[in-house]
Nanobody
């Protein structure tokens, strides 16, 4: 069991940057595959980025490649999403997610945070 709490969202102008954090409870954070998702108003939730428990790989949806970076600090039980060159279409509620089993590239996760709002103005 793990609980996830996101932070770092806010309002930013197009071209700006934000860093989202996701703090996880529990002692076994280091064995969880982690992911970030987002949901814009009126749209389905979509995958953004993922990192396996090893921390040695990353995967991004095409629309954020080169602009977003997922990272993790197991000593702090935290996963991050650094977002740069933000665009209005990045506006969404961002969620982090965790799972202990399965392929780290699959979109199925067991645990979810409550989300943090990111709004990018043009």
């Amino acid at each position: 069991q793990v609980e996830l709490v996101e932070s770092g969202g806010g309002l930013v102008q197009a071209g700006g940057s934000l860093r989202l954090s996701c703090a996880a409870s529990g002692r076994t954070f280091s064995v969880y595959h982690m992911g970030w998702f987002r949901q814009a108003p009126g749209k389905d939730r979509e995958f953004v980025a993922a990192m396996p428990w090893t921390g040695d790989s990353t995967y991004y949806t095409d629309s954020v490649k080169g602009r977003f970076t997922i990272s993790r600090d197991n000593a702090k039980n935290t996963v991050y999403l650094q977002m740069s060159n933000l665009k209005p279409e990045d506006t969404a509620v961002y969620y982090c997610a965790a799972k202990a089993d399965g392929n780290w590239l699959s979109r199925n996760y067991d645990y979810w945070g409550q989300g943090t709002q990111v709004t990018v103005s043009s």
